[in-house]
């Protein structure tokens, strides 16, 4: 297997690398002044699995035809398999229709990755399984979750209560209680489909004098953070901090959640940004190594 960091995800995939001890093929790619993506890649890749990594965070569309073209040229150059390694794969929000005349925008991405050339993809806590029912070729998605709650643990945050702010992310909650030992519930969230606005209800937790880590797939605008911070504070929690997979933190996000009295926001690097404190390149590497073994 050789791996290729794509433009995205240029750290990670050279980690990747580094732990596996598979060897990578560098990518040139630049922009050109009209904003259309040009890629090469720099080294041979005739026979060879190979494996793009890729995330597809903003800008996503130009992250997107990155990962297409870099297929196609592995394709084209020999490559006998194309897996794409895709942290944070984009559109997968929009993985059915809520109103009428939408598109299942996931599967007209997984449509133009496959015709791209590529035949596998693995990713990480997608945000529902659904989505990758979609894809006309293998899918794997990964969790973090133990990751990011060794991260407290290692903080010196035992027993932590992990909170969910909803109830379809309570697997997450789930799995950072085993790491933790400690007590895990959820909040509910209503989305209104036509504004995009969202509310949060709290019933009585178990979180007074806690310490509570609040942990979500996607952490966008912060309004999901900032409204369970504050139901968690009425509720007496001590110290509150969150932690995410995939931190898009858009905007003033990161300072409205330390305004509400969050002390710590943590991601991985699925979304490099300074919040990246935990790496998912163990957890890939360990999935690579095992696919190109079996
Ligand atoms: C949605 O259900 C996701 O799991 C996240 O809770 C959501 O994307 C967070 O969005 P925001 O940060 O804008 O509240």
Known sequence: MKIIPGPASTELGEKISQLTGFDKVNVASRIFPDGESYVRLEGNVQGEHVAIVQTTCAPQDTRLMQLAFLANAAKRNGAKKVTAVVPYLAYARQDKIFLQGETISIEAIA???????????????????????????????????????????????????????????????????????????????????????????????????????????????????VGAAKILREQGA??????????????DAEKRILDAGVEEIVSTDSVPTKNSKVTLAPLISQELKAQASG
């Open 238 to 251: 001590t110290h509150v901090y969150t932690a995410c997979v995939h931190g898009l933190l858009i905007g």
């Open 111 to 225: 449509n133009m990755l496959h015709a791209s050339g590529i035949d596998q993809l693995i990713t990480v806590n997608v945000h529902a399984e659904d989505a990758l029912s979609k894809f006309p070729f293998p899918t794997k998605t990964l969790s973090a979750i133990p990751l990011l709650a060794q991260y407290f643990v290692q903080k010196g945050c035992k027993k932590a209560f992990a909170l969910s702010p909803d109830k379809g992310a309570m697997y997450i909650a789930d799995q950072a209680k085993q790491v933790f030992g400690g007590e895990s519930g959820h909040l509910e969230k209503y989305r209104d489909r036509y504004t995009g606005q969202t509310t949060q209800t709290g019933k009585h937790l178990n979180v007074k004098d806690q310490t509570v880590v609040i942990l979500d797939d996607i952490i966008s605008t912060g309004g999901t953070i």
